[in-house]
């Protein structure tokens, strides 16, 4: 298996997308930001099918329109805070469902390439080239680095916006920030698992690994780790059999998600955090 | 040949177009789409629910891909499948409600399923090219046969009724849970049902709009409608009233100009009067979410009320 260089390609580059998802997809669960991820994975494939069109690289697309996506969604007018937030998934609903359409006009704009609608959409893993595994490191250890330096500040702020507020901490800033920096994973990993089926790395090992341990950074250690492993055995599956590499890696996902006792129920929203989006 | 028509005289182009059966069919089942979604959306977005909505539009294109492979009708797979998860996502969470990650998860397995189907099918089968998995994510509504816009708008006239009947307690269970609860409205019962209606319009609305653009129906028109009224039913028929405007409006565009995909003027119209909504109403955000903080004493009389409001 490894004396195949696509193999080789596709391992490295679903390391580097599962330490970059595990991190970032850690904070994103715990600020309840899931559906904006969504969005934000989703928002690659218009990018792509734009890039394609376009005519430049794919890469290009991507990151561009998950990090544009990013700052739309981070920029939308504020407003009280009750209302905001059935106003913010009022607009994450919107941006998603006319980047969407925007991408199915491109692809009628450019006709014929369904085949590869497919694959943007599902994911593929045999065509990774080494100048995309390229990128994929760079944009990664630029993300990361990125979060090395915002994650206490986001944390406090995550954990307790107020308080955050009046110890000083820019909230709103590090919320822009981190909301960039999540169109970045997403563009990441969809470039793997295909714009519809980002969550297996972003939200299932977080989740995963929220449930498991209470303490931050065993915490994220721990989501980087499902996602290393989630990533890993999905090549491998898709490897030796006809199925798609998104199904396992969805499949993996979700299996440590139930191992990790992800759908027992919570305990009451006493004390719980705020409603947001869902 | 035929944007001159449109263009020039607008009631001969009106003529025109309503001359085509497929056209006829198209208006029907958009309306028909577009009222549901106008009603079930006001809802989901006052009740911050649009991501319960983006997954079980998701889900319906798993359920008629799974429907494709066993051999049963599409639709069946798609009622089946979108309602059932909407129940089982109620089910999991609190007073209806589920968390953000185990949607997200539950969801993201659910598409993977898809995929799965989708391979298996484009395999297996039966001269298919792809298309199938494609027409499902976006839509053919200029594709639509008779009996399928008949059954569509029916469906929609079901969802639209039963939103209706329940709009008053629902409302008062979203705007004050904890207070709705104290006063006996059974809150968990309305949003499994709620979520139940959202799951009728997913699998109704994927083969007009499409499972993956049906999303902004439901939250643009009621997002633009809240930022503009803040009063309940007001809010609710401008919602309606912006959602079948976007759909004529894209029906329109799309026959116009036919490299535009009717499902791109849909969402091109809704979204463009989300921003104006946005613009006219830069000031001050309304909405009805707003009053449960004046009320005094809200906070103190259950848990639930706490989780709705943070502080200013």
């Known amino acids: ?278 | 040949m035929t944007p001159v028509v449109a263009l020039i005289q607008p009631l001969a182009g009106i003529a025109h177009l309503l001359a085509h059966p497929f056209l006829r069919y198209a208006v029907l089942a958009g309306t028909a789409t577009a009222v549901a979604s106008g009603v079930v959306g006001y809802f989901l977005v006052l009740r911050a629910q649009v991501f319960t909505a983006d997954a079980l539009t998701h889900v319906a294109f798993t359920g008629a891909l799974g429907a494709l492979i066993v051999g049963v009708d599409l639709l069946a797979g798609l009622y089946v499948a979108c309602v059932v998860v909407a129940l089982a996502l109620g089910g999991l969470g609190w007073r209806g409600r589920a968390d953000d990650a185990v949607i997200g998860s539950v969801f993201a397995w659910v598409l993977g399923l898809g995929a799965l189907f989708l391979t298996v099918y484009s395999a297996s089968s039966l001269g298919s090219n792809g298309t199938a998995g494609v027409s499902v994510l976006f839509g053919t509504i200029f594709g639509l046969s008779g009996s399928q816009a008949v059954a569509d708008a029916a469906v929609a006239g079901v969802v639209v009724v039963a939103g209706l009947a329940i709009a008053r307690p629902l409302l008062f269970a979203t705007v004050d849970e904890g207070v709705a609860a104290a006063r006996g409205v059974p809150v968990r019962g309305l949003g499994l049902s709620f979520l139940a209606l959202v799951g009728l319009t997913a699998a109704a609305a994927t083969q007009a709009v499409g499972a993956l653009l049906l999303l902004g129906l439901l939250a643009a028109p009621a997002g633009a409608a809240q930022r503009l009224s803040p009063r309940p039913y007001r809010a609710l028929g401008l919602s309606v009233a912006l959602a079948v405007g976007s759909v004529w409006g894209g029906l329109g565009l799309a026959y116009a100009y036919p490299l535009v995909p009717p499902s791109f003027g849909i969402l091109a119209i809704a979204t463009a009067a989300y921003l104006v909504a946005l613009a006219v109403t830069a000031g001050p955000a309304r909405a009805p979410d707003r009053r449960v903080q004046v009320r005094p004493g809200a906070d103190g009389v259950a848990a639930g009320a706490v989780a709705r409001t943070p502080p200013p």
């Open chain 1, 1 to 278: 298996m490894f004396g195949l260089h696509f193999m080789v390609n596709a391992f490295i580059a679903s390391t580097i997308v599962g330490v970059t998802a595990g991190a970032i997809g850690w904070f994103m669960v715990l600020r309840r930001q899931s559906f904006a991820g969504h969005t934000l994975a989703v928002v690659s494939f218009p990018g792509a099918a734009a890039a394609v069109l376009a005519g430049v690289s794919v890469s290009v697309g991507y990151f561009g329109a998950a990090v544009l996506a990013g700052v739309v969604i981070a920029l939308v007018p504020r407003s009280s805070a009750g209302a905001s937030l059935s106003h913010e998934s009022a607009v994450i609903g919107t941006v998603q469902a006319f980047a969407l359409a925007c991408g199915a006009l491109f692809v009628s704009l450019y006709g014929g390439f369904l085949g590869g609608l497919t694959s943007l959409l599902f994911g593929s893993f045999l065509g990774i080239s080494d100048a995309q595994v390229l990128t994929l490191a760079a944009v990664a250890a630029a993300a990361l680095a990125a979060l090395g330096i915002i994650a206490r500040p986001l944390f406090f702020a995550t954990v307790d916006a107020d308080v955050a507020l009046a110890r000083g901490v820019p909230v709103r800033a590090v919320g822009v920030v981190f909301l960039v920096l999540l169109g970045c994973a997403a563009a990441e990993v969809s470039q793997i698992t295909g714009a519809l089926l980002v969550f297996a790395l972003l939200v299932m090992p977080a989740a995963t690994a929220q449930r498991l341990s209470a303490r931050p950074v065993r915490s994220v250690l721990l989501s980087i780790a499902v996602a290393l492993v989630v990533g890993w055995a999905g090549l491998v599956a898709a490897y030796y059999s006809v199925y798609p590499v998104g199904f396992y890696v969805t499949s993996f996902g979700f299996g440590a998600y139930l191992l990790g006792g992800g759908l027992r129920r919570r305990p009451g929203p006493v004390g719980a955090a705020p409603a947001l989006p869902t």
